[in-house]
């Protein structure tokens, strides 16, 4: 068993209003910033394949510092850009990263790092960016990694280009590049990266250039410029998987439809917190290239986070519109970006220009057609490209990319339609055939085929058009994704699918390295085909017999079954405690006495003047539990009266106890009870009922037998940013002065949106709130605290969106099951919520998430109960339907996983339910203490003696592989849960040591 661990997570992440930092693997100094690592060695190679570019980055890092580093490789990928490949080192060795579903993945992944064992991840996330998560980087040692993936060439008015993202911060100890053009005619050339030009040589039918060095700085990206033969077409063929798949380039031929001038302009700008991340001056320049161009039109400017903010009309005039080049400047830029806030349908203008990054990260993703051309400007490093594509393919618009384009490129690509080929015949040999903007690509099904595109006539062949490798083929692959793209979750399968065969990291697929053969067998993982040996083993581990999926399931289904029966005998259980017993209006309780008598226990108590149709209840609290049954019971009357025999069950007996009543008015008498033994006695909540027949009768739940109140516990002293804001004339000015300085933190975000709700400006404070979305995509921990608070705040269809998010994201979690179902349920789409929350209970689970089922059972039924006339129960096995309401319901989660903490409550006797105390003498029940996951840890209490119960949360401990801030935990209490009088009080609080306790609040009865 190892001792350190090293994880390789891509997360698309940045913070807001914080420039982004260069490529390179950075550590945290522990102030908020960031600190580069030294790189020891690099080895870049680009290889050219008519318009397909494959870069492959070899590096070794280097950690000079005298303690291990948690560090981040960043690195970001532009438009058309693919990881096609992934490695890192294991035990000293390269080991290449195999591509899988990505849930399966993720799945993998945290299971097997929890073991101490060295997995790696890389996952696709919102805006085509990369985040790498590198641990351990040992002290005074090194780490060694590949990252390799493919473009497709931008075409210009020269030719084709190719940029490297790569533009480190640091210097390079060892450095060396090497470039190879396959099939050109024409000499390229290479500048940048070094700072000097490097010459190509010929080598057949490839031109090669290379450069090596020491002590290098990269402070440029390379710029490779391959000039094109004026009409005559590129063509290169790739066998893959016993298919051949091929591509004709047809270079400056591609015709192109000049746009009309438009008269009326839709401009809209996208003002959410993400455009710290935009380019907006360059974006500007490319407006005024349009304005002196158009001359004279109208400009109707819509601005838009997770609202439409404004629509305001300007004109042009003389190619100039200076009011709206102030507007645009004064812009603040805040919140969250949800596109479907944008009506576009709606828009009666002739185009649409969008300058946005298309990253929906808050409320609806979906974003209705326009009826006018869009031209999607994007200058953002972090963009959603497919669905900018989308939106300009669909209504016959372009997609311009400043962050590789020229504004002369960028004016030529809005008033230029490119035509892909309109007439295509083939004339000899037989081949599937797609088009694209530089060309075709498709499948050959013959050796030879002669095809006609408009113009061009292309020749393909086997033989002499073969290139080695596997380009081509995911060429082919990523103009299928293009389209699958522009609707994901419709595609969803067929994009893992493909993602799947041609080994690309997809929405839905990753690439994965695992330690041991057994890691890659439990998840049903093929190692890579570069290590046979490790293949062979896992082949022949498969081979043997393994337990079904299917058998798997149906024994998890029979022990939540039996979990479930065994919560339905708690429920039912009378607990003989009298701290359990409630007194109302027909009911006294009193204290009794212990003295001895003839070596008898006696219990005794005087019951005072009571009326016939009052119960008397004899408590005793100086009792230990452990008990034996009551021989006998004898209310004894000081009047004359008559008296009558009845039966009375123990409920911890089956024995029966003689018990005799009084019968009258305002009588006095004793209660009394021994055993004929030397043993305690245990008489404390025996109920003198009348009739006596049928034994002790339980206490039916009503609404008015009980009250309860829920308090809040006094926050610890608030940030400093919480009284300037609050005492502020303006409190959202006030705000965006504090942001760059707190904007890191999403506590600041919360604290800002309920003073800003508690100043009734309720669409800022909703705003404010929504950054929390923006300030990473994916991840879930964020996403979780956004969701919650929605919900708290009453906005549950939004909430319900973020947890549908989260639920794409992290599937293989049962906490994303139950926050949906949650989220359902407040939303009032109760049907909706039984579903999630049954599947929730009816699906295997890892083993740190033990009796979650039963958390989730409970929960559903009270939907059921509550809604039993609106939702079917059809699917829902009968031995999984029973509500079980009771008086205090206390449920606490947290949002980081590998954390450990409790719940603790202390009843009015003083006794503390906690993981060891699970179950108090009064009959209150805690699940099962979870240690690994995210909670939730739940307090039942069906019956509330009157008093006081303390809630505290205790942060235990966890095994976080890095400090990722506070853990935010949640806690619901409930009063009468389950019941027509339920009370509900959510709290949100932040925990960044362990050891530490906070006091939550308090459940009071009366």
Not at 25 to 38: I, P
Not at 257 to 284: C, H, M, Y
Not at 551 to 566: D, I, L, S
Not at 760 to 785: F, P
């Amino acid at each position: 068993m190892k001792t350190i661990t090293f994880c390789l997570i891509l997360v698309t992440s940045f913070l807001i209003a914080a420039a982004q930092p260069k490529t390179g693997v950075y550590y945290d100094d522990g102030k908020g910033g960031k600190v580069a690592l030294g790189i020891q060695r690099m080895d870049m190679s680009v290889d050219v394949v008519g318009h397909i570019a494959t870069t492959t980055v070899d590096m070794v890092v280097k950690n000079t510092t005298d303690r291990v580093l948690d560090g981040e490789y960043i690195f970001s990928m532009q438009d058309g850009h693919t990881v096609s490949r992934f490695a890192l080192d294991i035990n000293g060795r390269l080991r290449e990263g195999v591509v899988v579903d990505k849930a399966k993945g993720r799945e993998a992944y945290e299971s097997t790092i929890r073991q101490k064992i060295d997995p790696a991840l890389l996952e696709w996330t919102r805006g085509n960016a990369f985040r790498t998560r590198v641990y351990p980087l040992p002290a005074h040692g090194t780490r060694h990694l590949v990252i390799s993936y493919e473009q497709e060439l931008l075409r210009g008015s020269t030719g084709l280009s190719y940029q490297s993202p790569f533009a480190f911060a640091e210097k390079i100890d060892s450095f060396s590049f090497h470039v190879d053009v396959h099939a050109t005619d024409t000499k390229p050339a290479l500048t940048g990266g070094v700072g000097t030009a490097v010459s190509f040589t010929l080598h057949e039918r490839s031109y090669m250039a290379e450069f090596s060095g020491t002590d290098i700085a990269l402070a440029a990206p390379f710029l490779l410029q391959i000039p094109i033969t004026s009409g005559k077409p590129s063509v290169a063929v790739n066998d893959f998987k016993d298919v051949s798949y091929f591509a004709a380039f047809l270079h400056p031929r591609v015709t192109t439809r000049q746009r009309s001038k438009p008269f009326t302009i839709a401009l809209v700008w996208d003002v959410s917190a993400s455009a710290a991340g935009r380019d907006v001056n360059k974006e500007i320049d490319f407006l005024h290239a349009m304005w002196r161009r158009i001359g004279t039109a109208s400009v109707d400017l819509t601005t838009f986070d997770i609202t439409r903010r404004s629509v305001r009309r300007f004109s042009i005039a003389d190619g100039k519109c200076p009011e709206l080049d102030k507007v645009l400047q004064q812009q603040q830029y805040d919140g969250g970006t949800q596109l479907s806030a944008l009506d576009l349908a709606s828009l009666k203008n002739d185009v649409v220009i969008l300058c946005s990054d298309g990253i929906s990260t808050f409320g609806s993703h979906t974003i209705g057609k326009a009826n006018a051309p869009v031209i999607a400007v994007t200058s953002a490093p972090q963009a959603d490209h497919d669905v900018l594509r989308g939106l300009a393919v669909s209504t016959g618009g372009a997609i311009i990319d400043l962050t590789k384009m020229s504004i002369g490129d960028a004016e030529t690509a809005f008033w230029t339609d490119p035509q892909e080929p309109q007439t295509i015949r083939i004339i000899d040999g037989a081949a599937d055939i797609r088009t694209m903007p530089s060309g075709l690509v498709g499948i050959l099904h013959s050796d030879h085929a002669t095809i006609i595109a408009d113009l061009d006539t292309i020749h393909l062949s086997k033989q002499e058009d073969m290139v080695a490798g596997s380009s081509i083929a995911r060429l082919w692959a990523r103009s299928e994704l293009a389209l699958l793209g522009m609707d994901r979750e419709r595609n969803k399968t067929a994009i893992t699918a493909l993602g799947t065969r041609f080994s690309l990291v997809t929405p839905g697929t990753s690439l994965i390295v695992l330690d041991r053969v057994q890691d890659y067998v439990r998840y049903g993982i093929e190692p890579p085909s570069s290590e046979p040996e490790l293949v062979e083993q896992y082949r022949s581990i498969r081979s043997r017999p393994v337990n079904d999926s299917a058998q798997r399931y149906a024994a998890h289904f029979e022990r939540v079954v039996a979990m479930f029966k065994e919560r339905a005998v708690w429920w039912g259980r009378v607990f003989t405690s009298p701290s359990n017993v409630r007194v109302d209006s027909n009911t006294r309780l009193i204290n009794g006495s212990k003295r001895h008598s003839m070596a008898i226990d006696v219990i005794e108590a005087n019951a005072g003047r009571t009326r016939s149709d009052t119960t008397v209840i004899l408590a005793d609290r100086d009792f230990p539990r452990k008990e034996r049954p009551v021989a006998s019971v004898l209310i004894q009357d000081n009047a004359t009266v008559s008296t009558g025999q009845g039966e009375l069950a123990n409920p911890l007996d089956p024995e029966r106890s003689r018990l005799a009543r009084t019968e009258g008015k305002d009588l006095q008498f004793v209660v009394r009870a021994s055993r004929s033994s030397n043993e305690q006695v245990l008489v404390d909540g025996l109920t003198i009922t009348e009739p006596f027949t049928g034994g002790l009768a339980k206490v039916e739940v009503t609404e008015d037998n009980v009250t309860g109140e829920i308090s809040i516990a006094k926050p610890a002293k608030d940030a400093a940013y919480v009284s300037v804001v609050r005492s502020s004339s303006d409190p959202y000015a006030a705000y965006l002065a504090l942001r760059e300085e707190y904007g890191q933190s999403p506590a600041f975000y919360l604290d800002v949106a309920d003073i800003l709700a508690e100043k009734k400006k309720t669409d800022l404070a909703l705003r404010v709130l929504s950054n929390i979305a923006e300030m990473r995509s994916e991840d879930h921990r964020l996403l979780r605290i956004l969701g919650y608070r929605l919900m708290k705040g009453g906005y549950n269809d939004l909430a319900v969106m973020i947890f549908e998010d989260v639920l794409a994201m992290r599937e293989e979690e049962p906490q994303s099951y139950r926050d949906l179902g949650l989220a359902y349920a407040q939303a009032k789409r109760y049907q909706d919520a039984v579903s999630s929350l049954y599947s929730l209970a009816t699906r295997p689970w890892d083993g740190r998430f033990p009796e979650v089922e039963l958390i989730a059972l409970n929960e559903m039924n009270r939907v059921i109960a509550e809604q039993a006339k609106g939702v079917s129960v059809s699917k829902i096995d009968p031995r999984l339907l029973a509500a079980m309401p009771v008086d205090v319901r206390i449920v606490v989660s947290w949002d980081a996983d590998d954390c450990d903490i409790d719940l603790w409550v202390t009843d009015p006797r003083n006794e503390k339910c906690m993981y060891s105390n699970r179950d108090t003498k009064i009959g209150g029940h805690l699940s099962h203490d979870l240690t690994g996951g995210y909670g939730p840890e739940e307090f039942l209490l069906k019956n509330a003696l009157p008093g006081d119960y303390k809630v505290q949360v205790n942060y235990f401990g966890d095994r976080q592989q890095r400090l990722s801030g506070p853990t935010t935990v949640y806690v619901d209490m409930y009063t009468n849960y389950g019941k027509p009088n339920e009370k509900k009080q959510s709290v949100i609080l932040k925990l960044d040591k362990t050891k530490e306790v906070i006091d939550v609040g308090a459940l009071t009865f009366k």
